[in-house]
């Protein structure tokens, strides 16, 4: 008698088994976490792809000092350098495409290495105005205050020598309520102060009328300076 083949569930092989329904539904409620975690984590990638091409994608070449410039001197091509930076939209750079532009005006205050260049530190003003004379004083410690000198500032200066012919006084004769004789000028440019002597030269613009007579007691070395008070200083 022959016998039928059994199933093949019959032969020892055991049909796949559906998992309990707790385990599926665990497992498809765990796929919306990883896709919202791989979404934060593009998201970070991208804020961190901006925050770097902001900081160093955006950079705009711009003219830097090379050297020290003293307040009215002149800007050689060698006093610059060029440099590129990441600019807030609220700083005014020079750049280097205006580079031939800026040589030979002048300082308008103090440059100082490795300083942004900046449009209202160069002047193409002239220095000494119609009817003025410059005349260069190489004062010692002593011949001029202590406090720092700039540019523009309204001074006097003194003769402290014999050879200095006091100002008329009230008679409008030389007498001793005159005084000594002054020079009113004001302060074109600052020069550095020597590390060995202290001496350091001030340039004035006087007067045409009292230039020579300025210089040739800036030459005997026999003048001081006197700083005028600010306009409205005091009240």
Do not use: C
């Not at 022959?2 to 497992?27: D, E, Y």
């Not at 290495?113 to 105005?129: D, K, N």
């Amino acid at each position: 008698m022959s016998k039928t083949a059994a199933p093949a569930s019959a032969a020892g092989q055991i049909p796949a088994q559906p998992g309990p329904p707790s385990l599926r539904w665990q497992a498809r409620r765990r796929r919306p976490g990883v896709l919202a975690l791989a979404a934060a984590l593009i998201a970070a990638g991208a804020v961190g792809n901006y925050w770097y091409w902001t900081q160093n994608g955006q950079r705009t070449p711009v003219l830097v000092m090379a050297r020290d410039v003293a307040a009215g001197t002149v800007i050689q091509d060698a006093d610059l350098a060029e440099a590129s930076v990441a600019l807030d939209p609220a700083l005014k750079a020079i750049g280097t495409g205006q580079r031939a532009q800026v040589v030979g005006k002048r300082a308008a205050v103090e440059l100082l290495p490795g300083a942004l260049l900046a449009p209202g530190q160069i002047t193409s003003r002239t220095l000494v105005h119609q009817d003025e004379q410059l005349v260069g004083l190489n004062l010692k410690p002593g011949q001029l205050p202590d406090s720092p000198l700039k540019p523009e500032d309204q001074v006097q200066v003194v003769f402290t020598g014999d050879s200095g012919a006091p100002a008329p006084g009230k008679s409008g004769k030389p007498g001793q309520d005159s005084g000594p004789a002054t020079v009113d000028a004001r302060i074109v440019r600052v020069g550095s102060k020597q590390d060995s002597t202290g001496q350091q030269v001030i340039d004035v613009a006087v007067k045409s009328a009292d230039g020579p007579r300025l210089a040739v007691q800036a030459a005997a070395g026999t003048v001081a300076l006197a700083v005028k008070a600010a306009s409205g200083a005091g009240s």
